[in-house]
């Protein structure tokens, strides 16, 4: 059985930081293509970061230069390293994988092509 397990959030106020963990079961973290989602109330999902199987990353246009995703082989766990958070970036954010990272990123990040997604874990940036 394929799992993608999240911890990590939390609430913080702006200007904060926070790292979440995906870990995997059933599967290597560094096959195919894990990355991140986010959804907040009455928004739509867009996408945040993913790394492939060579550990290139691609980010989403709202986080880049703020999120860094990186990867831990022997915990078999992607870390999504969040800094300077700001109260849009709360949502709950979502472990995804798929066999290419396209299939995370292809449509506009629409995730359509991702064949396991995580539980979620909250994240509220707010004074």
């Known amino acids: 059985q394929v799992q993608l397990v999240e911890s990590g959030g939390g609430s913080v106020q702006p200007g904060e930081s926070l790292r979440l963990s995906c870990t995997a079961s059933g599967l290597s973290i560094s096959s195919g293509c894990v990355g991140w989602f986010r959804q907040a109330p009455g928004k739509e999902r867009e996408g945040v970061a993913a790394?492939?199987?060579?550990?290139?990353?691609y980010y989403g246009d709202y986080v880049r230069g703020r999120f860094t995703l990186n990867r831990d082989n022997a915990k078999n766990t992607v870390y999504l390293q969040m800094n300077n958070l700001k109260p849009d970036d709360t949502a709950i954010y979502y472990c995804?994988?798929?066999?290419?990272?396209?299939?995370?990123?292809?449509?506009?990040?629409?995730?359509?092509?991702?064949?396991?997604w995580g539980q979620g874990t909250q994240v509220t940036v707010s004074s």
């Open positions: 995804a994988r798929g066999r290419l990272c396209a299939d995370l990123t292809g449509g506009g990040w629409s995730g359509r092509g991702v064949s396991t």
């Open positions: 790394i492939n199987t060579g550990g290139s990353t």
